[in-house]
């Protein structure tokens, strides 16, 4: 059987970066094809290149054994190629179905739209992937795991022959993931040959045939899934051996405490919520999709208003009105959504990770220190390992996972005493993923409180000391760090109103 | 943010009329309170042969902003609309003044030059990525200086086409209903805004107008020819500032080459009364002619008050900044 | 080319004003064998940019410069430079705050409005409520022509009340919905004077749409305001000489040229016109449409 | 899109001129293209006259659109720029001739009314969430109708204030260099600009305006109070305006209450012919002053060549075009 997809020494240079260099990649049809790599190594691109996104500067690709030129998004489509993409691409303004149809719109006579059966097309693929959704919804008010779906949907709406999918899964919780699995399993079957990229690596072992690595641009090796371990993928991308580590409690028995909430509530969203966090103590956040995890975290930060509830900061009763008392007060909170919340795309590296810091380096009449910024910011940069040309890039032009670093380099610059982490480590590759938990737990360990909010059990479990779970707004319960297991958080994350509210939310467990 | 117009399923015309109002109902409170307020200032002012001049002065600016809106919800802005308003009249003009043709071929053509200037202006935008802001800016001159030179910097006079006057002055609904004597440059603006706002709900030219507004790029990568489109939409913009320039020119039964510069101002901030957003990707038509007819009322309001002029001018500033304050206000709460 | 050439600075080009003094130049510009241009800033008023094209024209190096000045003050400086360079400096349609200027062509503003107002008066029975509808309310000739009125009205009519005074930038449509809310907003109102072209041809229009029987004078002529006063709906205009005033403009900067003198100043004239006396050919000489 | 302005170490003064200059290159080329076009058609160009006219009819315009630009990189836009002038003029007027104070408090005056005004305008903007476009709009009515007001509608004449003009007119380089006799307006023109070039580049103050303009609500989730430093940005902007009005008053020796309006579209040409974005986020002052330059240049050159000023319209309309797409072309290629 030959090449459903063929690539063979694709380069693709930028202003100042070789994104790619002699790339290889082949893709069978009725396989699952995963694509790993490090931050920055390139995947993305060569899965631009195959979309028609950016024109290769060499190398040849060919479909089907024949060699194809593919001048835009349109011609790739055409052949057959269809992609989720790293970066969410949806109109916010337009609703589920408007955007998954988008250009290929029932239509009646006289370009007249018949959106009955848009949206029953559109319910229809929700259904096949059973996850409920309202095709009528706009798509700005969704959360970004929601709009990941969209994309999915929108992707599978093409019924491609070649699907690539550039981490799918990263703002997904373990029961959407299950669903997308379902379906790609199911395309599979169906002969549609899919591209897989993902920085979890378990996912690996669950849906992937073959695995192809790539590391700085170049095309390391391609192997068999099943006859490869992950610890070998791993010394395949970053080079060296990474050794599993376990979270170690502190004894915080005599710790002070840095931050107390109590009674915290906004309607649904947030329902009572009480919980402290102690200097040196890593407190987890587990939840379902639409917990309510990321409510809470704003409300304290001040970034939403709140109806009641108390919040102290090292025993003193506050009242944080906006982001900036917050971080008067020393609490930093890092945004699940980093293109929206987080980063400033069109600034450079330093001036993002110096953005929340400004005053330090600020002599008289606001003028700015613009030396001591970059060598504290090339300190991030080495520390994180962040991928850039220097610390003058601008950030749009960074990878995705180098994008969340430099989130991370700002708020630790910051220098806060309560850190909150929405989702830190989103589209991070495994290595750095470890050295950032390194990094939390010193963190930690100079005396700093951190909530770490995310949708990754294994993370959780790995970094915290004490585990939070939440349920449609409400706190069901904390577990102790070191021997919860991940049966026990779903319990809690699953365990719904007493009073039988359940039928409220889809049950998407 | 309210997108209300996008996300609408198949519904009858009544309904979705009715389901913007409620959207609406502030914006359009914020008329009644400035149309109560003026009648118990004055009792000139609530008379019918008052409400139609406030209607008729509102024709050509709602018109105008009509064209505005479509633009501006696809992400764009056109500055040209009231120069090429003019230029389309001057070319109505001169095909039935100077050329002596007939109205039927007098106000398609000038029609016809709309739809073409707007597809040059939208191919400068999309073909050359000029920015909108700039592409317009420059049109706005061209079409300006082309109408001065193309008229010989003079009127022409609709004296030889009988008629013509009527496309705005006479009044087909005052033939049925004598006490309602309406112009029919009230009714034709009417017209438009009605068929536009089924254009932008209901057909692919109007999701994409919404799309292009919302989010070019992924609109781009999901394998539409947004070039193509947005020349599409200019067009469209285009052909209604032609039905402004037929409006204006057979409401003053002449074409004055020397206006037209000023009124994109006043278009524009319709559209942004009206809800709008310049951000692109959401609007809708029904808030536009409202946001016209605050401005008319205004206008005429404070003139029937007998207001000092540079008062009037104070006042309508501060008018136009509260009433949108209002609109935000029950957007939030 | 040796022709001499004249630069000609008004304060505006696009009303049918300008253009006719454009042409009565360009008849002189012909007849006295010179090369002429002509032009004004876009919007009446933009001192500025009135200054940024003398500074132009005077680079040009002209034989000589006819200024309109929308300020009587600010092109002052300018002028300076112009006899430094030995430019000649003529005046016309509005004067300057200085004596360099060889003569000044131009019209009795306050006199022709006055004579408007005794028109609109005589016209209305001698008693009642008038208003102006003025096309700027700061420039030098649409205070004069609005004074003009008021202060006849003010002191040789104490039976007539000036119940409004509006601005409508000239423009047709703009001075039209002033008009029909004038008209709205004061049912008993008498008479109305346009102050300029568009304003009148406004006045005219809004008084037709709302069916008004009010009187109208208006100021200058065009083909639209000719057509109005033929069928009464403006009762009868004031006209300047346009024509007359590019036309002397010219010849007293060729006549400087050649050493002629020139007296300080050339009252262009103006005349009250109505159906009656309209193609009279003193009259019809001075009209433009 | 290029952001070199935002990324700029501790360089030299010189060395950030040169990269920048090196990265507007075809901006300036652009404008090089039109000023040797101008001296080939005609010898009357090239003249040190004609030059100083040229820059000095620059000058009001450049500090109005430096104004704008602030606003603009900030994500906003400003309206109100023009009348804002204008009626800081008026302000100066009243002080410096009404009440006849000495000079030293008049023009602080006229400057801290802008200032003033700005920070009103960025009070609506920030605090009560009004769009700029809207706020400006209406804020642009206001100053103009408070102008005609306070002034009685007539223009206010500078005469007793001796020295007054010499602000604008008078030479300080021509003092020390008799053969370039440049304007101190045109000084003024360019000490604002480095000014203000130095306050983007380098301060606190100048990176908020670019993150505010590029996310704004990242830069509120890092802590910034965001509704302080906008208005800080629309506080300068108006002061900026205030200087444009003491030259503008200067070099016309009077306060004339009707202008402005209009001016501000000239002023937001030249900052996006000057390369900067209407989305925010990104600019440079270089750019905007040979935004500036180019409009001055165009409007005299075709002056100088006598071109017909209908025809005159139409070019400058076409040259705004071309010039921002050869920007485009170098930009992209
Ligand atoms: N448009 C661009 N201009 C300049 N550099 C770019 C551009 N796009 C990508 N790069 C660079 O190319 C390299 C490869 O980026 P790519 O996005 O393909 O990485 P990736 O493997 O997908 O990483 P991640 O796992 O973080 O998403 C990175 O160093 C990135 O900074
Ligand atoms: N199915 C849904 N459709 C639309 N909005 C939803 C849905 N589920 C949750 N939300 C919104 O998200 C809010 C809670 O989400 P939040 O982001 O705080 O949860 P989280 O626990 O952080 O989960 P996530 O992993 O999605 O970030 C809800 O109050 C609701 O506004
Ligand atoms: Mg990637
Ligand atoms: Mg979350």
């Known amino acids: ?509 | ?333 | 080319e040796d022709k001499p050439y004249v630069a000609l600075v008004s304060k505006g080009f696009q009303h049918q004003f300008w253009q006719a003094v454009k042409i009565g130049a360009e008849q002189a510009a012909e007849e006295f064998n010179v090369t002429v241009t002509f032009e004004g800033p876009d919007g009446e008023g933009a001192v500025d940019r009135q200054l940024d094209m003398i500074s132009a024209a005077l680079s040009k190096k002209p034989a000589a410069i006819a200024i309109a000045a929308i300020d009587s003050q600010a092109t002052v400086p300018l002028l300076r430079d112009a006899e430094a360079a030995g430019i000649p400096v003529i005046a016309f349609d509005s004067g300057v705050d200085s004596d360099i200027p060889i003569t000044n062509a131009s019209t009795d503003n306050l006199a022709s409005a006055a004579l408007a107002a005794d028109k609109l008066v005589e016209l209305i029975g001698g008693a009642g409520k008038v208003a102006v509808v003025s096309f700027d309310q700061t420039s030098q000739t649409g205070i004069q022509r609005r004074d003009g009125f008021v202060d006849q009205i003010d002191s040789a009519y104490p039976d007539v009340e000036i119940v409004a005074i509006e601005y409508g930038g000239g423009d047709h449509l703009r001075s039209a919905e002033i008009t029909k809310t004038l008209l709205l907003a004061h049912p008993d109102l008498n008479g109305i004077f346009g102050t300029n072209e568009g304003s009148a041809i406004g006045v005219a229009l809004g008084k037709q749409e709302a069916g008004s029987d009010v009187v109208v004078i208006g100021y200058d002529s065009g083909a639209a305001q000719i057509a109005a006063v033929r069928d009464g709906t403006i009762a009868g205009a004031i006209t300047q000489n346009p024509v007359g005033i590019g036309y002397h403009s010219v010849e007293a900067a060729v006549k400087t040229l050649n050493g002629e003198t020139v007296p300080a100043h050339i009252d262009t004239g103006f005349y009250y016109y109505d159906a009656s006396n309209i193609d009279d050919p003193t009259i019809a000489a001075v009209l433009y449409d």
Not at chain 2, 119 to 138: D, M, W, Y
Not at chain 2, 194 to 221: H, K, P, Q
């Open chain 2, 1 to 333: 943010m309210s997108t209300e117009t996008v996300d609408s399923g198949k519904r009858s015309v009544g309904e979705l009329i009715s389901s913007v109002a409620q959207q609406k109902l502030l914006a359009f409170a914020g008329l009644i309170v400035l149309l109560v307020g003026f009648s118990l200032a004055s009792p000139n002012f609530m008379q019918t042969a008052n409400m139609i001049a406030i209607l008729q002065a509102t024709s050509v600016n709602g018109v105008l902003a009509i064209a505005a809106t479509l633009v501006i919800i696809a992400g764009g802005i056109d500055l040209s609309v009231g120069t090429l308003m003019t230029f389309c009249s001057v070319i109505a003009g001169v095909i039935l003044t100077y050329w002596g043709l007939p109205m039927y071929i007098g106000v398609p053509g000038a029609l016809l030059a709309g739809v073409a200037s707007g597809a040059f202006t939208g191919l400068l935008i999309a073909r050359f990525r000029i920015p909108p802001f700039i592409a317009t800016l420059g049109m706005m001159l061209v079409f300006k200086g082309l109408s001065l030179a193309i008229s010989g910097a003079r009127p022409i006079y609709f004296n030889d086409t009988p008629g013509f006057d009527l496309i705005s002055r006479g009044s087909l609904i005052g033939y049925f209903v004598p006490s309602l004597p309406i112009p029919n440059g009230v009714l034709i603006l009417f017209v438009v805004a009605i068929a536009t706002s089924y254009i932008l709900t209901r057909t692919v030219l109007g999701r994409f107008t919404f799309a292009l507004g919302s989010n070019e790029e992924a609109l781009r990568l999901s394998g539409v020819d947004i070039n193509r489109w947005k020349m599409y939409v200019y067009s469209l913009a285009g052909g209604i500032c032609g039905v402004a320039g037929i409006l204006l020119a057979s409401r003053i039964n002449s074409a004055q080459p020397a206006i037209g510069q000023g009124y994109e101002l006043d278009a524009i901030a319709a559209v942004v009364i009206g809800g709008t957003s310049l951000k692109g990707g959401q609007g809708t038509m029904l808030g536009t002619i409202i946001g016209a007819l605050i401005i008319s009322v205004v206008a005429n309001g404070l003139r029937i008050l007998s207001v000092p002029q540079e008062w009037q001018i104070v006042v309508t500033g501060t008018i136009i900044i509260v009433a949108v304050y209002l609109d935000i206000l029950r957007r939030r709460g």
């Open chain 1, 1 to 509: 059987m030959s090449a459903l997809v063929s690539m063979t020494g694709i380069g693709k240079q930028f202003p100042g970066v070789r994104a790619l260099h002699d790339a290889r990649f082949e893709l069978l049809a009725g396989e699952v094809h995963a694509l790993m790599g490090e931050n920055g190594a390139g995947k993305s691109t060569l899965m631009k290149v195959l979309s028609g996104v950016y024109q290769r500067d060499e190398g040849t690709v060919s479909v089907d054994g024949v060699a194809v030129v593919f001048d835009g998004p349109r011609a790739a489509q055409d052949a057959g190629i269809g992609i989720i993409h790293q970066e969410l691409s949806l109109m916010n303004d337009l609703t589920v179905a408007q955007n998954i149809f988008i250009g290929r719109e029932p239509r009646l006579r006289f370009g007249r739209l018949d959106d009955v059966a848009l949206n029953r097309n559109a319910s229809a693929i929700f259904e096949s992937m059973n996850i409920g959704m309202d095709p009528t919804a706009v798509v700005g008010s969704l959360t970004i795991a929601r709009q990941q779906i969209v994309e999915v949907a929108k992707a599978l709406s093409y019924n491609s022959r070649v699907l690539v999918m550039d981490e799918p899964t990263a703002a997904l919780n373990d029961a959407e993931i299950a669903e997308l699995f379902r379906v790609i399993e199911r395309l599979k079957n169906e002969g549609v040959g899919i591209i897989y990229i993902s920085h979890k690596m378990d996912e690996l072992k669950r849906i992937a045939d073959r695995v192809t690595v790539m590391r700085d641009g170049e095309t390391v090796g391609t192997v068999d899934a099943a006859g490869t371990s992950v610890s070998d993928i791993i010394s395949m991308m970053v080079g060296r051996e990474l050794q599993e580590e376990r979270v170690e409690i502190p004894d915080l028995a005599s710790a002070p405490v840095a931050l107390e909430v109590n009674g915290l509530s906004r309607g649904r969203a947030i329902q009572d919520v009480s919980f402290s966090v102690k200097r040196g103590e890593i407190l987890g956040f587990a939840g379902l999709m639409g917990a309510g995890r990321t409510e809470v975290a704003r409300a304290i930060f001040g970034a939403d208003p709140l109806e009641s509830g108390r919040i102290a900061v090292d025993g003193k009763t506050v009242d944080i009105k906006s982001p900036r008392d917050a971080v008067a007060l020393g609490i930093g909170y890092l945004s699940e959504d980093r293109k929206h919340f987080g980063i400033d795309t069109e600034m450079t590296v330093r001036a993002n990770v110096a953005m929340a810091t400004m005053s330090a380096f600020s002599g008289a009449m606001g003028v700015m220190n613009e030396a001591a910024m970059s060598e504290r910011a090339k300190h991030f940069i080495e520390r994180l390992d962040i991928r850039t040309p220097g610390d003058t890039q601008p950030v749009r032009l960074l990878s995705g996972g180098n994008q969340q670093k430099v989130v991370i380099a700002k708020w630790l610059m910051r220098d806060c005493n309560v850190l909150i982490f929405d989702e830190p480590t989103r589209g991070i590759d495994v290595g750095a993923k470890s050295e950032i938990y390194k990094l939390l737990t010193e963190l930690a360990a100079q005396g700093r409180a951190i909530i770490v909010i995310s949708s990754e059990l294994p993370e959780v479990l790995r970094l915290s000391h004490r585990i939070a779970v939440m349920c449609e707004g409400r706190l069901t319960g904390v577990l102790p760090g070191g021997m919860a297991t991940q049966e026990d958080i779903m319990a809690l994350a699953t365990q719904r109103d007493s009073d039988g509210t359940a039928f409220h939310g889809q049950e998407t467990a």
